[in-house]
């Protein structure tokens, strides 16, 4: 069974402008989940969707939004980029929403640079 | 809320040594405890989980980590250190209350294994 696949790996941006990352699941699965990875501030949780409803977000200005297709892809927006934006984005899918101990199986991530 | 404190962003160990990375969580309820490995410019992959059960986790790659209520740890430990372990891990906990993603993480430990 194929991972998760997220695109594109590496994304060079710079100020002002917007981005857009996508994130296939595993097959199967309708939860993904979205973090934010930085040196000074770790793992941060931005956003949840189950079955194509948002249905939890992290505290993460209005900037960074997403949403998820029928499919389970999902795809997050980051608008008016700044420079501490810069970031790995990982994305991470698992078959229930994220409960019960339920395991999440992260993809390699897309790292983002804004000049 | 709960959350995660790693003690020690780096550890090094000589290849065959005993690893120990130590996790300690705060969490209202009984917890979900997850280590998860980073390889350089890779996603996070699941080492082990604790939900119910027995304490003592086995999982991937040779390492283990114990439960312990008392103490409100989840150290993970291996008995002889391999090169390809240097990386970096992270202990999560989550409550798996309702449709919040509630997962924490911590701050990461660096593992560094010398020949």
């Known amino acids: 069974k194929a991972g998760v696949t997220q695109t594109p790996r590496y994304l060079i941006k710079t100020r002002g402008q917007q981005v857009t990352l996508s994130c296939s699941p595993i097959s199967g699965h309708r939860s993904v989940s979205w973090y934010q990875q930085t040196p000074g501030q770790g793992l941060q949780f931005l956003f949840e969707y189950f079955s194509e409803t948002q249905r939890n977000k992290g505290n993460f200005p209005g900037r960074f939004s997403g949403r998820q297709f029928s499919n389970s892809r999902s795809e997050m927006n980051v608008s008016t980029l700044e420079l501490g934006d810069s970031a790995l984005y990982l994305c991470a899918s698992s078959s229930l929403l994220n409960q019960l101990g339920e395991t999440q199986y992260f993809g390699p991530g897309t790292r983002l640079l804004v000049l | 809320a709960q959350s995660v404190t790693q003690l020690g962003s780096h550890v090094s160990v000589s290849e065959g040594a005993l690893v120990l990375l130590r996790c300690n969580y705060s969490s209202s309820v009984p917890p979900y405890l997850f280590w998860y490995v980073q390889y350089p410019n890779q996603g996070l992959q699941l080492l082990l989980k604790y939900t119910t059960g027995a304490t003592l986790v086995k999982g991937i790659n040779g390492f283990e980590a114990e439960f312990k209520k008392s103490e409100t740890s989840f150290h993970l430990t291996k008995p002889s250190a391999h090169m390809s372990d240097a990386a970096e891990y992270f202990c999560?906990?989550?409550?798996?209350?309702?449709?919040?993603?509630?997962?924490?993480f911590g701050a990461g430990t660096r593992l560094t294994v010398k020949p």
């Open positions: 999560a906990v989550s409550e798996g209350r309702g449709n919040n993603n509630d997962m924490r």
